[in-house]
């Protein structure tokens, strides 16, 4: 995995450098080329420095260490601030992640680059489903400024180390080892909401009452991607107006008259008519302040539900992608 330029729109040459990547690292490892997976990430359509990645994976691979995870997680970062690495015991075996990615993120991930790995002998059928269901509860649902890019990965890798037999979904431990991943999955995305560039807040975008979970879902994700409801949330600013107009525009049915808007635990808002007046809002704007807070939305219309983790839009973030490439 390299760091700084994503290797994408360079062409045939971008497609050989990635191949040459690949024939390297099996080389020193004693591998095939098909047992080397690669990820780039940074600057678009610039060519990789291939003599300097042609050196560096033998002197990569001689310093590989059991220990070396957290090195590893700080030498992916591009504009994160600080490096992303978690880790469970499931029993004698462990499950471990390291993550980057503060910006161009949204649910499908974008520029979020995570790997994960566990000493299991685990059915691939199954590792493959348990992710596909992890991912799509916690890094799917993580929106820091609305946009995508081109490198998103996130890999899950099995040695069976810990010498167990091989298991899939019949099998006893499989709940147990899905609830595992997807909490460590959890725990990665909530690290790089938190780091986000420029981020000073977190909110957990919450919408109930609606007839189907994935309603629920496009709603939160329209109010997670506004631009007006991020910048509400740098300026603590209980503007719960910029919510509701939001939920209009995301093509959900709803009756305004069965609306309700809570901001950081206080009612602004309930079936379609505002509450608490100066008080309440005073009340939410302390509650704007603090570093977490959550919007939560009710169609009032059904069962369905969903979150999405958002973050705010700040004038450091301008700043970070205005000069990006200068």
Not at 44 to 67: C, E, K, N, T
Not at 82 to 109: H, N, V, W, Y
Not at 123 to 130: C, D, K, N, Q, V
């Amino acid at each position: 995995m390299n760091s700084g330029i994503s290797n994408v729109a360079n062409g045939e040459r971008g497609l050989r450098d990635a191949r040459r990547m690949t024939e390297i690292a099996a080389h020193e490892l004693g591998l095939r080329t098909t047992e080397v997976l690669v990820s780039s990430t940074g600057v678009i359509g610039r060519p990789l420095p291939m003599l300097r990645i042609s050196s560096g994976i033998p002197v990569a691979v001689h310093a590989l260490s059991a220990s070396g995870w957290r090195a590893a997680a700080r030498a992916i970062l591009t504009t994160d601030k600080r490096p992303k690495l978690a880790q469970l015991e499931l029993g004698a075996a462990q499950l471990l992640g390291i993550a980057k990615g503060s910006g161009m993120t949204m649910p499908d991930l974008a520029t979020t680059l995570v790997f994960l790995v566990t000493d299991l002998a685990v059915e691939p059928s199954f590792l493959r489903r348990a992710l596909r269901e992890a991912v799509e509860q916690t890094f799917n649902r993580l929106s820091i400024d609305g946009e995508t890019s081109t490198s998103d990965t996130v890999l899950l890798l099995a040695n069976g180390a810990a010498g167990n037999r091989p298991f899939g979904a019949s099998s006893s431990r499989a709940k147990g080892f899905k609830r595992a991943l997807t909490e460590l999955c959890c725990e990665l995305s909530e690290k790089l909401a938190a780091d986000g560039e420029g981020v000073s807040r977190v909110a957990d975008v919450v919408v109930t009452g609606t007839r189907a979970n994935a309603l629920a879902e496009r709603v939160a994700r329209k109010i997670a991607n506004s631009l007006l409801v991020k910048t509400a949330l740098f300026g603590a600013d209980p503007n719960w107006g910029r919510v509701v107009q939001t939920v209009g525009a995301a093509g959900v049915p709803f009756k305004p008259e069965e609306l309700g808007v809570r901001i950081g635990g206080v009612q602004l808002l309930r079936r379609g008519s505002p509450v608490g007046g100066a008080r309440a809002l005073q009340q939410a704007r302390r509650a704007m302040r603090k570093r977490r807070v959550e919007i939560a939305v009710s169609l009032g219309r059904g069962r369905g539900s969903a979150r999405v983790l958002a973050c705010d839009l700040s004038y450091e973030y301008v700043r970070i992608n205005a000069e990006y490439t200068t």
